[in-house]
């Protein structure tokens, strides 16, 4: 017990930030101290609009931004990613406030960091990057149209209608717009999204979202728009008074939104610090840290009236593009977005739903990478495929089923696709030291097989029938020195082949079977019948020799006379098996 102590202790220690982070934010804090206000412009509205998206107000995702981002920035594993409320995990959280309220989404954030926590100590963020790029491809498609459709609402001007499938919401939306339109509510949503849009082409380095903001707050405003509604009051602070958790009896029925929550929160943060990797030069993050910060985030995030939150890919993109070097300019961001909190909230308490409408609109429409779709649609049918099921099932269904799709998919076509690269080929009999009319007469008896590729369950059957449909011959040489990989669905395969061939008066010889296969082929007995009267052979020569000795035992050949020249082998990868 006192072992396992202080493995987890020093597994802790480990994860736990050290001097050098300390050292890396004191080298340029100018330059990081510019990116993480930049970044905080850039999430203001993006924090606004994605706390009124999952249900739980504005209010939501600036303490998310806030808590979540400053913890995230200080025990994160990446220098560089910015944490916050994201389009990804608003999906996930509006059935969870639909079935539960705000106080299942705040349970369902602690029950999820704790989850985070764990897998950082398991280790198990190195497993992540084995999420085919198809399947990330059309999870990012899926979520952008999701976002786009939970915007309609606001957009249009109408009160959200009930539901939890993002499909049906909108079309009630729309229905209830047909019935009495709100067109100021459009022009602002579609005012903003098209300056943010535009002016992204025109100055990438902008912060348009911002600007466009107020621009439609200032409007409506003067104007005195009263059909475009604004957020409403905010809290002068980060603690939420009505603050208050599930009972202790639900949180069973609360544990499979937990999981999908902590799989979207690793799979997001991982993903969106690679990609802050990729857009630098001498970056790597620890995926291990990086999962226990943001599980400490999300643990924090929910005591404070947060959302769950996870890595912001939009917002680390900014952040990168703008300089920063060092965890500071993330820290900053969250300070900055505190300050905001705590001294302009009437200001922004103004802002018109509809213009963060027009914001998540812009966002979600960025989100998709049309030059990327096209290369992985046109790469294979199989990438194809599998983007297009897993799009579909993040709008139809939700993102961690449409994530098990994907992966289920893909495994399925990675299996048959190795699979069909296994092969059982004839090959000619090596000549050996034996005269012409010699090897014809081996010939007429003797049939080789070389397996080439993996002999595993997705395969293996194949193999079971082609082997029993050999034709009239004494002997089967089976040349095994390819096989790269065998499981114990083709160890029983060989095994039954063996058997058949057997029964119908057919010996089977083996040549080059490799030591790390030997253990697979004797659990199930396969060994045993190959070993019949020394029919297993460590070279392809050896296994003819012992073909030809059975032959003449038999009769069926005459005695071949002994030769003294040397053996001279056609196939020079004969020796091997």
Known sequence: MTSVFIRVRGRIAALLPGRADLTEMGRDPRRDLLAGLTVAIVALPLALGFGVSSGLGAEAGLATAVVAGALAAVFGGSNLQVSGPTGAMTVVLVPIVAA????????????????????????AGKYMQYIPAPVVEGFTLGIACVIGLQQIPNALGVPKPEGDRVLVVTWRAVEEFAGSPNWTAVGLAVAVAVVMLVGARLR????????????????????GLGAAKPIGDLPAGLAAPSLSFLDPGALGSLLAPAVAVAALAALESLLSASVADGMTVGQKHDPDRELFGQGLANIAAPLFGGVPATGAIARTAVNVRTGASSRLAALTHAG???????????????????????????????????????AMARATRSDALILALTAVATLALDLVYAV?????????????????????????????????EEHALLAEHIVAYRIDGPLFFAGAHRFLLELTEVADVRVVILRMSRVTTIDATGALVLKDAVAKLHRRGVVVMTSGIRAGQRQVLDSVGALELLRLEGREYATTPEAIKGARFYLESA??????????SRSVIEDPEATAG
């Open 336 to 374: 900055v977005l505190a300050v905001i909190v705590f001294a302009a909230a009437p200001l922004v308490s103004k802002i018109p739903l509809a213009a963060l409408a027009g914001v998540l609109l812009a966002t979600a429409v960025r989100m998709v990478e049309v030059g990327s779709l096209r």
């Open 204 to 223: 990438p380095t902008v912060p348009f979202s911002i600007l466009a903001v107020i621009g439609a707050t200032v409007v409506a405003q003067v104007a």
């Open 555 to 564: 009769g069926v050949v005459p005695p071949f006379p002994a030769r003294t």
């Open 100 to 123: 539960y309220g705000p106080s299942g989404v705040l349970t369902v954030g602690l029950m999820a960091g704790v989850m985070l926590v764990v897998l950082a100590l398991l280790k």
């Open 404 to 436: 098990i799709i994907g992966l289920v998919v893909a495994g399925a076509l990675a299996l048959r696709a190795v699979a069909k690269q296994a092969r059982l080929d004839q090959v000619p009999l090596d000549r050996g030291d034996h005269s012409a």
